[in-house]
């Protein structure tokens, strides 16, 4: 029964190194701009534009953060549940 159990942990070992490299294979990449600032702004409409541009990029790296923590988890939880899927398997029907 002891092996049965390393067995089971060498199994997950190997389920959870080898996921995130086929994970990886197609890296995402946000979409946003960044807004470039001028050498000098010339008037208080160019510098709230600015400002309003950084704001916005800014927005976009946390929406695209909290896609990928979203994905992290997402992809976490289904190799759990495949854990414990196999160690269900090994401990109930292969007895």
């Not at 995402?28 to 001028?38: G, N």
Request: overall charge negative; aromatic content about 10%.
């Amino acid at each position: 029964m002891r092996i049965r159990h390393l067995m089971c942990a060498a199994a997950s070992v190997l389920l959870l190194v080898s996921s995130p490299t086929i994970a990886d294979m197609l890296q995402p990449s946000h979409s946003c701009i960044k807004p470039y600032k001028p050498y000098e702004f010339t008037d208080q409409w160019q510098l709230d534009r600015f400002k309003g541009e950084v704001e916005m990029y800014k927005q976009c790296i946390a929406d695209f953060i909290e896609e990928q923590n979203e994905a992290i988890e997402n992809h976490q939880q289904a190799a759990e549940e495949a854990i414990d899927e196999w160690n269900h398997y090994v401990d109930f029907e292969l007895r």
